[in-house]
């Protein structure tokens, strides 16, 4: 039997959870049946697959413009369409999406036409959801596209047009799958998966001896850590606060903000460390910046905390944690109530509730029994709904169905 190409497209800001997840199932898939080509858009993320990942897949770096719409001259323009009526204000809009066509995505679609051109291709994964560039390329090479969803995209006309040229989308939850419907995406498109967790990677008995070392951290620390990108909507301020509380109780209790900003900037990071100096828990605050040894610095850490102000598609950070036997504390909204049975698995919180988060922390870091039974339930719950052995298969019938096979082949 012949084998299927597929080739995944990892378009995202840096090394995120997206990436992570791809360089997971491209590994994953039955070789017997499907031939993964992978092309990342930036070198970071190439640099972690050829690290993490031994299995011999071809991947290249296919770099992506960023949106003029980025730009300073783009900002500003699109404030003006704002203030002005609602005709010209479109039309302002309409003209920097055609320069953002010729300039960046037309270019993009040429840059993965030539390296795809030549291979066995017979399928197109964007693990990023909706793309302009990766539907043009599936119409050009003639072929069909699975997008897998991981959030909200705009409800405009060219999304809804382009949207319809898209065969399946994968959900990476129920949440995300009513965005998807929101934009005019048919029901039958939609199929909910779970981003995949590699047990392998995050494993509950891993060694961190050398980031405790690092970090000064003894046995008898109490850490307690946020873990994702730095980006405001996370809520790493209602987190600052909340350590605040817990470390009012626990002097010695130290907070982890692990993750850095996506485009390399420091200003974010300089507010949260002057807003630690005005709390007075400076002194045990640690910043670790960007990251790739994450399940060691997961293992350090007594209790993993989600704060998302908006809510989060998914969370992936969750499941990693819950996979590492570390019980969490995550925002009440959007995936995290997928992840999550509140006092069973995990706690609960509202968004921006520092006093409640507080709270839900200090039972943890002071109640071994209660933090224990937590991180196990959690971790039976991961190895039933998130491992790689329960997503592989189900992304592999999404291909079937889209490349219009039978189940079996």
Request: with cysteine; hydrophobic share 45%.
């Amino acid at each position: 039997m012949s084998k299927y190409g597929v080739l995944l497209i990892e378009n995202s800001i840096g090394l995120s959870g997206s990436a992570i997840s791809l360089c997971t199932l491209a590994t994953n898939l039955d070789d017997r049946n499907y031939l993964a080509t992978i092309a990342f858009s930036r070198v970071e993320q190439l640099a972690y697959f050829e690290k993490n990942f031994s299995r011999s897949i071809q991947a290249a770096v296919i770099r992506c413009q960023e949106s003029l719409k980025t730009t300073w001259w783009g900002k500003v323009a699109d404030r003006w369409a704002a203030r002005i009526p609602s005709v010209f204000g479109r039309a302002i809009h309409g003209v920097i999406s055609l320069l953002d066509l010729a300039f960046v995505i037309v270019p993009y679609v040429a840059r993965l036409y030539r390296y795809a051109r030549g291979k066995k291709i017979d399928l197109i994964h964007h693990n990023n959801g909706f793309d302009v560039a990766a539907i043009l390329l599936a119409c050009l090479m003639r072929l069909p596209i699975v997008a897998y969803q991981r959030g909200a995209e705009w409800n405009s006309p060219m999304v809804r047009f382009f949207s319809r040229l898209v065969k399946c989308y994968v959900a990476n939850s129920e949440r995300t799958k009513l965005d998807l419907l929101a934009i005019g995406v048919p029901p039958h498109k939609i199929v909910v998966i779970f981003p995949p967790i590699d047990l392998s990677r995050f494993n509950w008995a891993i060694e961190p001896s050398s980031q405790r070392q690092e970090f000064r951290i003894k046995e008898s620390d109490r850490c307690f850590g946020i873990v994702g990108t730095l980006l405001e909507w996370k809520g790493h301020r209602v987190f600052l606060k909340a350590a605040a509380r817990v470390m009012q109780v626990l002097p010695d209790a130290r907070a982890f903000i692990i993750g850095g900003a996506p485009d390399g900037s420091t200003s974010y990071e300089a507010e949260l460390r002057s807003m630690a100096q005005s709390l007075g828990i400076s002194e045990r605050v640690v910043f670790t910046g960007f990251r790739e040894d994450i399940p060691q610095l997961i293992q350090t850490q007594q209790v993993i905390v989600h704060t998302s102000l908006t809510p989060e598609p998914f969370g992936r950070v969750l499941t990693e944690a819950m996979a590492m036997k570390k019980p969490v504390v995550a925002s009440k909204a959007g995936g995290p109530l997928e992840i999550i049975e509140d006092g069973v698995s995990g706690f609960l919180v509202e968004p921006g509730d520092e006093a409640q988060l507080a709270e839900r922390i200090l039972m943890l870091l002071t109640d071994l029994r209660l933090a224990l039974g937590m991180g196990e339930r959690g971790y039976q719950e991961v190895k039933r709904r998130f491992s790689v052995e329960s997503h592989v298969p189900q992304v592999e019938a999404v291909y079937s169905a889209a490349l219009g096979l039978s189940r079996g082949a």
